[in-house]
């Protein structure tokens, strides 16, 4: 079946540090990527997401490459700031069930350090 | 759009009691999702419906838990008897019936805490 492996947390970092946290998958067919951000007490929210391979997604400076040889959808950000800190979770699409179902990973919490 | 809106935020209830959790989707969205989070197990889909209709429920728990979808607007998470294994923020989601169908957005959440 599908599944997402996130890298393991919490990841600790000074303010305007490079970031990555990785995220590998499996999958039966194309799926769609994305990642997930959940602040504090809030509900999670689409930060960034790329729906066929090669395909860049970016939004406040995160980027994530769809690499369908590796499959992988690394999240990267090059200087964090203090509101980075959250919980990321990379997730999957499902073809089988056009799309509207995802998979989730278990989640990475950063804390960005002044 | 005031986004997806849930109701309790905070619920404390005891072993046995009845809990009813709700959930205004997206207006025009014709997805809703129940997730459940928790530490040990993190997010969890527990049961998602199109146009009203359960879809797939084979995440949700047992016997215990059930949801209803009566019309576009409202849906409810029922847990009856509850335990205090089910204590855990529950989420309730919905997306658009189009090609964006995959993006879900995310209501606050109910923190369920059953003593």
């Known amino acids: 079946g599908n599944s997402v492996t996130q890298m393991e947390g919490p990841v600790t970092l000074s303010e305007e540090a490079f970031l990555t946290i990785n995220c590998t998958y499996t999958?039966?067919?194309?799926?769609?990527l994305f990642w997930y951000v959940q602040y504090p007490g809030e509900g999670l929210q689409l930060l960034l997401k790329?729906?066929?391979?090669?395909d860049k997604g970016s939004n406040k400076g995160f980027e994530a490459t769809y690499r369908k040889e590796t499959t992988s959808f690394h999240l990267e950000k090059g200087s964090v700031q203090v509101s980075d800190s959250a919980v990321y979770f990379c997730?999957?699409?499902?073809?089988?069930?056009?799309?509207?179902?995802?998979?989730f990973g278990t989640g990475t919490r950063l804390t960005i350090i002044p | 759009d005031a986004g997806v809106i849930q109701s309790p935020r905070h619920e404390v209830t005891e072993m046995g009691q009845e809990v009813t959790l709700r959930c205004k989707p997206i207006?025009?969205?014709?997805?809703l999702f129940w997730y459940r989070q928790t530490m040990m197990r993190g997010l969890e889909l527990l049961i998602y419906?199109?146009?009203?209709?359960?879809?797939?429920d084979s995440g949700m728990p047992e016997d215990r838990f059930s949801a209803k979808m009566p019309n576009a607007s409202f849906s409810t998470l029922k847990i009856q008897p509850s335990e205090p294994r089910d204590s855990a923020v529950y989420f309730c989601?919905?997306?658009?019936?189009?090609?964006?169908?995959?993006?879900?957005?995310f209501g606050p959440g109910t923190r369920l805490t059953v003593l």
């Open positions: 989601a919905s997306s658009l019936g189009t090609s964006d169908s995959d993006t879900q957005y």
């Open positions: 999958a039966t067919g194309y799926p769609s």
């Open positions: 790329a729906t066929k391979a090669d």
């Open positions: 997730a999957l699409s499902d073809p089988r069930f056009g799309n509207e179902k995802l998979t």
């Open positions: 207006s025009g969205h014709d997805y």
């Open positions: 419906f199109n146009n009203n209709v359960p879809i797939d």
